[in-house]
């Protein structure tokens, strides 16, 4: 499960989020008076960010879309979303945690299991010969008591760095996330079970779809003029 199916699955998703980052569109905004591919490159590289105040309201009365509404700077909130960026990397960054432990007990163990049960899983195998197999390996057993504990303290070296890896994954996905990985599930059962007009939703807050972008330029006149960006976050 560690080294071959989450390996295999963080892979995958890391080439589909690759595939969609380089070669598709990974971001579109909206506005008018800046040229579509500017505004896309400049909020890709700045990122985008939502106000964490404005989560709570009607989609189309009062807010545009959850997160995405009008707001005074030095007075509301601002939530970047850094993480954007960054999925495909971590996601390929996580396989190679999850394949470590495997890959140093491969190195370290280098094929003795398998050697010392040579024959004795072939059915062409006669049974005098598997007998003789079995002897030899409890005499290798009964020789060699107590001389391969340092084999065994590199086994237990990698269970070890199973479970730390596991455990590690969640704070690393907590800090990539801003601190909301560790809450995440439980705020979304909340959600759930809140008062439609009530509620903030922590997956518009998390993983927003749609998020602003504030694109500065200079006007004819000089002064510095700005505009805001209506971004659509399709991975």
Same mark, same amino acid.
């Given at each position: 499960?560690?080294?071959?199916?989450?390996?295999? /699955?963080? #892979?995958?998703?890391?080439?589909?989020?690759?595939?969609?980052? *380089?070669?598709? !569109?990974?971001?579109?905004? /909206?506005? !008018?008076?800046?040229?579509?591919?500017?505004?896309?490159?400049?909020?890709?590289?700045? $990122?985008?960010?939502?106000?964490? &105040?404005?989560?709570?309201?009607?989609? %189309?009365?009062?807010?545009?879309?959850?997160? #995405?509404?009008?707001?005074? @700077? %030095?007075?509301?909130?601002?939530?970047?979303?850094?993480?954007?960026?960054?999925?495909?990397?971590?996601?390929?960054?996580?396989?190679?945690?999850?394949?470590?432990?495997?890959?140093?007990?491969?190195?370290?163990?280098?094929?003795? /299991?398998?050697?010392?049960?040579?024959?004795?899983?072939?059915?062409?195998? $006669?049974?005098?010969?598997?007998?003789?197999?079995?002897?030899?390996? #409890?005499?290798?057993?009964?020789?060699?008591?107590?001389?391969? &504990?340092?084999?065994?303290?590199?086994?237990? /070296?990698? @269970?070890?760095?199973?479970?730390? &890896?596991?455990?590690?994954?969640?704070?690393?996905?907590?800090?990539?996330?801003?601190?909301?990985?560790?809450? *995440?599930?439980?705020?979304?059962?909340?959600?759930?079970?809140?008062?439609?007009?009530?509620? @903030?939703?922590?997956?518009?807050?998390?993983?927003?779809?749609?998020?602003?972008?504030?694109?500065?330029?200079?006007?004819?006149? %000089? $002064?510095?003029?700005?505009?805001? %960006?209506?971004?659509?976050?399709?991975?």
């Amino acid at each position: 499960l560690h080294y071959k199916a989450t390996v295999i /699955i963080l #892979v995958a998703f890391s080439l589909l989020v690759t595939s969609r980052q *380089y070669i598709g !569109d990974p971001i579109d905004c /909206i506005v !008018d008076e800046i040229p579509p591919q500017v505004m896309d490159t400049y909020c890709w590289i700045y $990122s985008t960010f939502t106000i964490p &105040n404005r989560l709570i309201g009607r989609v %189309g009365k009062d807010v545009a879309h959850q997160g #995405v509404a009008p707001h005074v @700077e %030095g007075e509301d909130t601002i939530k970047y979303h850094k993480y954007y960026q960054w999925v495909c990397f971590v996601l390929f960054f996580q396989a190679l945690l999850f394949y470590v432990p495997r890959y140093l007990w491969k190195t370290w163990e280098g094929g003795r /299991i398998k050697m010392l049960v040579l024959d004795l899983n072939y059915p062409v195998v $006669s049974d005098e010969c598997k007998k003789d197999r079995k002897q030899l390996l #409890v005499d290798y057993f009964v020789t060699n008591l107590h001389m391969q &504990n340092f084999y065994a303290f590199r086994f237990f /070296i990698c @269970e070890v760095l199973n479970f730390v &890896n596991v455990v590690g994954q969640i704070f690393f996905m907590d800090f990539f996330l801003d601190g909301e990985f560790s809450t *995440y599930g439980s705020d979304v059962l909340k959600f759930t079970e809140m008062e439609p007009e009530d509620r @903030e939703d922590p997956m518009a807050r998390v993983f927003p779809k749609v998020t602003k972008c504030t694109f500065h330029k200079y006007g004819p006149s %000089g $002064s510095v003029q700005k505009f805001d %960006g209506l971004c659509v976050l399709p991975l």
